[in-house]
Each structure stands twice: as structure tokens, then as C-alpha cells.
T-cell receptor, first 116, second 113 residues
């Protein structure tokens, strides 16, 4: 079956530090990959996405590259801000899972805290 | 365009009580989903509905029922709540074409005593 593994948190960084959150996946087909962000007390918001190998998703200074050879989709940001404090979820969607329902399989989430 | 809305935002139940969580979307999406979020577990799929009139079980369906009332609305019912159902529940709907993407509601925080 499909699965997503992301680095354990929590992660605490100083403002302007470099961020990497590792994510690797296992999938039977050719999945699309996503990063979702959850700010305190809110629902999940799509941060970025990629559909095929070597695609780079980017948004709000965050980037992730779909690496088929290493089955990875690591999230990076060059200079984090206090406002980036949130929980980040890596996820995949495979059209072959759930009878074509495009179900999302999530990692367990990584909590990021950025301190001034 | 409100996106995905959920009611209530917070609920406290006693063991054995029943309740229905409501979800609605105004994006004309066919597919809708119910997830639960527990600490250290990420999000797990409870039920989904690929289209109006159809529903299917996800990863953790036991103790829940769903109704796809119409294209807009997808409700989740707990017939006899248990403390193990204490969780945050999220509803989502997804786009139909292009890069299929799920959009989430703000969540319902449920506490079962």
C-alpha cells in the first residue's frame, strides 16, 4: 500500500534559519505529491504540489522537488519567519488507490516553531 | 465563495450520545471526504463519497456513518460516541480535473467524556 514518512518533530529554528523537512514515500503507482500546512487552530491548507518526477513545487518561499529515484519530496525554505510556525504534512495522491478516488495518504506531520 | 464549511466548531459529548457533524462545499466538487486527526497519527480517512449518492469506507470507518445528502453536503454521524472518538474531524472536497487537489474545512473538535 501507499505510505508517507516524514521527519519527526518538533523542529525549533531561529528566524532567518534554513529549513528542511524530509519526506519519503512508498506508492504502487505514479503519485502526485503535496505539502499541506496547518496553522494553530485552523484546517489544512495546500502549500505546494508536484505531479511528476523532477517537478518543483513552490509557494511563499517554500520549495520541494519530486525525486522519483529517491522517492522523496523534501520541503525547504531559505529563511524562515515566525509566521511560518505551523504543522507541515507531506501527502501523496495516487489515482490507483481507493478505486480511483484520489485518496490522500498523509505523513504524521512535523511541528515547526520559529523563534525571534 | 466560502470553500468548505463545517459545523459545529467544538462539541462535548458523553459516552453513548449521538451527534452529526455537518460539512458543505460550494465549489461544485463531486468528491468529498471525512478525516480524523489524532496527535502523532496524521490524518486518517474515515469515509469518502466519490459522487452524489455514493459512499465508501476509508481506513477507520468503525463507529461512524455518513450521508451524502446532495452534491454540496456530506455529513458524518456518531451513533453512540466513545472516548476513542475524541479527535479533530476534517471534511474535504476535491477538484475534478487537472491536478486533483483536496480542500479542507476548518475542522470540528470533538471531546467524548
Amino acid at each position: 500500500g501507499n505510505s508517507v514518512t516524514q521527519m519527526e518533530g518538533p523542529v525549533t529554528l531561529s528566524e532567518e534559519a534554513f529549513l528542511t523537512i524530509n519526506c519519503t514515500y512508498t506508492a504502487t503507482g505514479y503519485p502526485s505529491l503535496f505539502w499541506y500546512v496547518q496553522y494553530p487552530g485552523e484546517g489544512l491548507q495546500l502549500l505546494l504540489k508536484a505531479t511528476k518526477a523532477d517537478d518543483k513545487g513552490s509557494n511563499k518561499g517554500f520549495e520541494a522537488t519530486y525525486r522519483k529515484e529517491t522517492t522523496s519530496f523534501h520541503l525547504e525554505k531559505g529563511s524562515v519567519q515566525v509566521s511560518d510556525s505551523a504543522v507541515y504534512f507531506c501527502a501523496l495522491s495516487d489515482r490507483n488507490s481507493g478505486a480511483g478516488s484520489y485518496q490522500l495518504t498523509f505523513g504524521k506531520g512535523t511541528k515547526l516553531s520559529v523563534i525571534p | 465563495n466560502a470553500g468548505v464549511t463545517q459545523t459545529p466548531k467544538f462539541q462535548v459529548l458523553k459516552t453513548g450520545q449521538s451527534m452529526t457533524l455537518q460539512c458543505a462545499q460550494d465549489m461544485n466538487h463531486n468528491s468529498m471526504y471525512w478525516y480524523r486527526q489524532d496527535p502523532g497519527m496524521g490524518l486518517r480517512l474515515i469515509y469518502y463519497s466519490a459522487s452524489e449518492g455514493t459512499t465508501d469506507k476509508g481506513e477507520v470507518p468503525n463507529g461512524y456513518n455518513v450521508s451524502r445528502l446532495n452534491k454540496r453536503e456530506f455529513s458524518l454521524r456518531l451513533e453512540s460516541a466513545a472516548p476513542s472518538q475524541t479527535s479533530v474531524y476534517f471534511c474535504a472536497s476535491r477538484t475534478q480535473s487537472g491536478l486533483v487537489t483536496q480542500y479542507f474545512g476548518p475542522g470540528t473538535r470533538l471531546l467524548v467524556l
